[in-house]
Structure formats: structure tokens, C-alpha cells
């Protein structure tokens, strides 16, 4: 049986952080957040890496994420551009309305997917998971994998004191999700509560221990055909809207809804940071600092 694979996002723009942080150095040796997962991956008994990219950073992303990674362990590209699988007249819809980025985190692993011949983990490239996730992902990934798997974290453990954030607001039903609801403004705010504001300005209130996904999601093999569907019936109801993204958690709802897919809830007391303003960058190089002067990763993680 082959190993399980890890799929990294790091296509992304960068918008709110100003820059590229999935190449922005964390690691006193010159490590990005990227390099903590797939070595945390490898030891958990992942086989390769593949990491989702675009064309303008392959350059930069050889030289500086590659070169230290490669060497050591067995890493592909894939490449994400706005008109990747994207149909020719569904394409032309979306330049009319002046739409000038890829398609989200479904479009991102689609992109992937002759690269994908195993079970795998995708992530995210700017956030930090934890070794204990990537145990209980592996342990997963390595047996009969015929379901999906997700290791939610804790809302009160994602948010940044810099503004809001994006989260999958996850539903469990014993051992399994039985759905995900993206919200794209959560805070906390001057109450002390969490809060997500919908685009009319309404406020729904979220308790602190809510679950909620951080795209540390696992999946067999198999699903790309459905994958495929989901993602065409969001071409069709979206091309004429120049932001509209299909997000990885909206793709396992319907999964699940449609019955597709059951997704497996793994239990994993994992701890969780990331860089998704600017302002985060200062916190993750202390909290990586502090798990190195404990012995959790060596101070170079690949010699």
C-alpha cells in the first residue's frame, strides 16, 4: 500500500498579509511554516509532498522552500492559474466581469490531482497544525481508506488579534461531521464574545469551543470524480462573479450532503497558529522558537 501523501495550498496572494508568507521565514535557519508540517507529515509516515503553487513564484519557491525540503524528501509541484481546467466560454465570462484570480481551495486540489495517486492530508501552506495532528491524519491515512477524515481545532485557538478571520464552523454528530458552514468575518469583539458578520451586517454569535475546520482535511483517492462535479455545478452558478471562491469545506458539505462521503472526525489535541495578517508573523517566530528550545523540532529541521 502506498504512502499516504500531503497536499499543501500555497498558491495563495496574500492579500491581507501583504506579501508572499507562504515563503516568509519563520525558522531561525531560514524555515516557512510550511517546512513544520511536512516535517511533522514525514515523521508521521507520509511518503511525498506535493505543494500547489503559482507560475510567477516557481522561481522563488524552488530556491527557497525546495532547495532545503527536496533534498530530503520527495516533493512535486503542481500549478494553479486562474484559467487552470477552467472551460473556455466559462473563462471568457469571468474576464467580462474582471475577474483576476484563481478559483479557491477546490480549483487548488483539483489542479493536483495527477500528482495524487494515494490517500492524502491537503493544508494549508501558512498555518501550523502541530505534530499531533499529522500523527492522527497518518495513522488514518495509512489504513483502508475509503472516508474522509478532518481534525477540527477549536475556534478560541484560530482567531488573530489583527481582524477577522475565515473558518469552516463545523457540525459533529458523534464520530463524524455532518456539516460545514464557511463564515468570512469572525472576531471577537469588545463584549469578549465571537461573533461572525454576515454581509448584511447581521452578527451571530459563536461559542468559543465550536469546531471549526482549518483545512487539515484527509481523503482517499477516489473522490476526485466528484470532486470535478461539485466544482463544475460552481463554474456554472459563478463564472459572472469576479470573487466568488470554492472553498475546500463548502466541497465536503456537499459530500456530505449529497452522501457521497462520510468524513471521519479525528481527535487530535493539537495546537494551532498562522499568518494571515502581517502583524501574526512576530507571535509564530516566538511560538516556533519556544517548540524548538523544547526539543519538539531541531534547530535546522533538514540537514
Known amino acids: 500500500m502506498s504512502k499516504p501523501v500531503i497536499v499543501v495550498l500555497a498558491a495563495g496572494m496574500g492579500s491581507r498579509y501583504g506579501g508572499l508568507k507562504q515563503m516568509d521565514k519563520i525558522g531561525s535557519n531560514g524555515e516557512v511554516l510550511l517546512d513544520?508540517?511536512?516535517?511533522?507529515?514525514?515523521?508521521?509516515?507520509?511518503?511525498?509532498?506535493?505543494?500547489?503553487?503559482?507560475?510567477?513564484?516557481?522561481?522563488?519557491?524552488?530556491?527557497l522552500v525546495l532547495a532545503r525540503i527536496g533534498g530530503n524528501f520527495p516533493c512535486e509541484l503542481a500549478f494553479q492559474e486562474m484559467g487552470s481546467l477552467?472551460?473556455?466560454?466559462?473563462?471568457?465570462?469571468?474576464?467580462?466581469?474582471?475577474?483576476?484570480?484563481?478559483w479557491g481551495t477546490?480549483?487548488?486540489?483539483?489542479?493536483?490531482?495527477d500528482?495524487?495517486?494515494?490517500?492524502?492530508?491537503?493544508?494549508?501552506?501558512?498555518d501550523f497544525y502541530g505534530r499531533e495532528a499529522f500523527d492522527a491524519m497518518g495513522k488514518y491515512l495509512s489504513g483502508e481508506v475509503t472516508e474522509g477524515a478532518?481534525?477540527?481545532?477549536?475556534?478560541?485557538?484560530?482567531?488573530?488579534?489583527?481582524?477577522?478571520?475565515?473558518?469552516?464552523?463545523?457540525?459533529?454528530?458523534?464520530?463524524?461531521?455532518?456539516?460545514?458552514?464557511?463564515?468570512?468575518?469572525?472576531?471577537?469583539e469588545g463584549d469578549g464574545k465571537i461573533y461572525n458578520?454576515?454581509?448584511?451586517?447581521?452578527?451571530?454569535?459563536?461559542?468559543?469551543?465550536?469546531p471549526v475546520s482549518m483545512n487539515f482535511w484527509g481523503f482517499p483517492a477516489a473522490i476526485f470524480g466528484n470532486l470535478k462535479q461539485y466544482f463544475?455545478?460552481?463554474?456554472?452558478?459563478s463564472a459572472d462573479k469576479p470573487k466568488a471562491e470554492c472553498y475546500l469545506p463548502m466541497a465536503a458539505d456537499w459530500f456530505i450532503k449529497n452522501k457521497l462521503l462520510k468524513i471521519r472526525v479525528l481527535e487530535a489535541d493539537a495546537p494551532w497558529f498562522g499568518?494571515?495578517?502581517?502583524?501574526?508573523?512576530?507571535?509564530?517566530?516566538?511560538?516556533v522558537a519556544d517548540y524548538t528550545a523544547a526539543g519538539v523540532y531541531p534547530q535546522a529541521l533538514w540537514k
Do not use: M, W
Not at 513544520?36 to 530556491?63: H, N, T
Not at 477546490?106 to 490531482?113: D, E, F, I, N, Q
Not at 477549536?154 to 460545514?180: A, M, N
Not at 447581521?202 to 465550536?210: G, R, V
Open 150 to 188: 478532518i481534525v477540527p481545532y477549536r475556534l478560541e485557538k484560530t482567531l488573530s488579534p489583527q481582524g477577522t478571520v475565515t473558518r469552516g464552523v463545523c457540525e459533529v454528530s458523534g464520530d463524524y461531521l455532518s456539516s460545514v458552514d464557511e463564515l468570512t468575518a469572525i472576531a471577537r
Open 275 to 287: 499568518v494571515t495578517y502581517k502583524e501574526d508573523r512576530e507571535a509564530a517566530v516566538k511560538r
Open 115 to 126: 500528482k495524487i495517486d494515494a490517500p492524502f492530508t491537503v493544508i494549508n501552506a501558512d
Open 86 to 102: 477552467i472551460p473556455a466560454d466559462t473563462l471568457a465570462k469571468s474576464k467580462a466581469v474582471n475577474r483576476t484570480k484563481p
Open 106 to 113: 477546490t480549483h487548488a486540489l483539483l489542479c493536483a490531482k
Open 36 to 63: 513544520y508540517s511536512v516535517f511533522d507529515a514525514k515523521r508521521a509516515g507520509f511518503g511525498k509532498a506535493v505543494f500547489i503553487i503559482r507560475r510567477d513564484i516557481e522561481k522563488d519557491f524552488r530556491e
Open 197 to 210: 458578520t454576515g454581509v448584511d451586517g447581521s452578527k451571530s454569535y459563536l461559542p468559543d469551543t465550536t
Open 232 to 237: 463544475d455545478e460552481f463554474l456554472a452558478s
